[in-house]
Antibody, heavy 125, light 110 residues
Framework: QQQLQESGPGLVKPSETLSLTCTVS??????????WGWIRQPPGKGMEWIGI???????YYNPSLKSRVTILIDASQSQFSLKLSSVTAADTAVYYC?????????????????WGQGTLVIVSS | QSALTQPASVSGSPGQSITISCTGN?????????VSWYQQNPGKAPKLVIY???KRPSGVSNRFSGSKSDNTASLTIFGLQADDEADYFC??????????FGGGTKLTVL
């Protein structure tokens, strides 16, 4: 059974960098069968896809966030991470990490079959 | 890349069927049969209920069914049950290795 758990600060100051880590247990994070992704949900709003990373380190980002986002993978720790720079109040959200399955053999086309519980990050001074 | 459009809320009585729509455009839903649906209860992790428009993961009830026509994907729940009450949101591949989500729909079982 795959399990994912987000961790990181729940409060970040405006203009600073949001940093979260997702710890994966169960199937190997180094498997070539999966992508590993970040999705967020602002309070009272819909989900927003942030980006995904493959075990090789290849990354694919939401174009609207691409200039501020970095997703990295550390297989030795069974973790992948999210960094979002220059945050504003609009980045306040519950952040989820999830396991993605490749769909139709198209690079970057995924559906998410396991999710973490999510972690609320508030951007405020 | 605009969010997919879902109704804010739908409702139905136990035993009835409901359908939740997810409307995109010719760059996402209309171009790919790569729509997934998720069920989310308050404070819980989302649960995958449909992927690749029509496929059901192992363990998901066959009361959940997906379909697509042109730029609109749909999730139908047959034989509505009380524990189906949750938020549902869709997601589509949008080309260039990107994904787009819908705004979510709150399902109320009357």
């Amino acid at each position: 059974q795959q399990q994912l758990q987000e961790s990181g600060p729940g409060l970040v100051k405006p203009s600073e960098t949001l940093s979260l880590t997702c710890t994966v247990s169960g199937d190997s994070i180094s498997s070539n069968s999966y992508y590993w992704g970040w999705i967020r949900q602002p309070p009272g709003k819909g989900m927003e896809w942030i980006g995904i990373i493959y075990y090789s380190g290849s990354t694919y980002y939401n174009p609207s966030l691409k200039s501020r986002v970095t997703i990295l993978i550390d297989a030795s720790q069974s973790q992948f991470s999210l960094k979002l720079s220059s945050v504003t109040a609009a980045d306040t959200a519950v952040y989820y990490c999830a396991r993605g399955r490749l769909s139709a053999g198209i690079v970057g086309a995924t559906f998410f079959d396991y999710w973490g519980q999510g972690t609320l990050v508030i951007v405020s001074s | 890349q605009s969010a997919l459009t879902q109704p804010a809320s739908v409702s139905g009585s136990p035993g009835q069927s409901i359908t939740i729509s997810c409307t995109g455009n010719s760059s996402d839903v209309g171009s790919y049969s790569l729509v997934s649906w998720y069920q989310q209860n308050p404070g819980k992790a989302p649960k995958l209920v449909i992927y690749d428009v029509i496929k059901r993961p192992s363990g998901v009830s066959n009361r959940f069914s997906g379909s697509k026509s042109d730029n609109t994907a749909s999730l139908t729940i047959f034989g509505l049950q009380a524990d189906d009450e949750a938020d549902y949101f869709c997601c589509s591949y949008a080309g260039s290795s990107t994904l787009v989500f819908g705004g979510g729909t709150k399902l109320t079982v009357l």
